[in-house]
């Protein structure tokens, strides 16, 4: 094989004022504007205060305000049509001049996989002619994502308490014995809000 071709690319990001970690990248701002703006981080949730002036000249500060996550339900009511759907796919080992089967498509999507591995590739929802029907799913109600999640990985048992919508009379009664009390979590002394998800980076990040 020929010898390849390497690319370098350098890429500047600001660490959060909270947690230390990459929270954004700011090279495309050193365009020699003054520019001031609020960002969130990724990893702790904490809204920050930018202000960014030039490649060594960059300040940061906590704000007082931080994401919380929610989770949010929706319902695609019974439709007299069918709801189809245009999922992103692969097919591997193609030659050029070669048609390429389905490749046990059928079974992957119809018994194999989640649809959760799937949802996030899908290109078009399509209902009675229509390619981006608007209102097809429809809102139902929206919680936040509990304070502390353990080590659960019962998503039946997580939703299902969140929701009573998605019980059926088989599961009743209803034990709610999900979520557990939150540790708390401080950081330089200050407590950290709700944690988002388990493993989250501030339940292991140490005071300085």
């Known amino acids: 094989m020929p010898k390849a071709q390497t690319i370098t690319e350098t890429k500047v990001y600001v660490a959060c004022p909270n947690c230390g970690e990459a929270a954004g990248r700011i090279d495309h701002l050193f365009d020699g504007k003054a520019h001031s703006t609020r960002w969130n981080c990724d990893e702790c949730g904490w809204d920050y205060n930018l202000s960014v002036h030039g490649p060594d000249d960059v300040q940061t500060s906590v704000a007082e305000t931080y994401r919380r996550k929610t989770y949010d339900l929706l319902v695609i009511p019974p439709r007299a049509e069918p709801v189809y759907l245009v999922v992103n796919g692969t097919l591997f080992d193609c030659k050029i001049g070669e048609e390429k089967d389905e490749d046990g498509k059928q079974f992957y999507y119809d018994e194999h996989t989640c649809p ?65 009390d939150p540790p708390e979590v401080t950081v330089n002394g200050v407590l950290q809000p709700p944690i988002f998800y388990p493993g989250d980076p501030r339940l292991t990040k140490k005071d300085e």
């Open 116 to 180: 959760t591995n799937w949802v996030d590739r899908i290109e078009a929802f399509c209902h009675d002619g229509d390619v981006d029907p608007h209102g097809v799913a429809q809102f139902v109600r929206s919680v936040p994502v509990p304070e502390y999640e353990g080590d659960c990985n019962d998503d039946n048992q997580k939703f299902k308490t969140l929701f009573p919508e998605l019980r059926v009379p088989a599961d009743e009664p209803w034990d709610a014995t999900w979520p557990p």
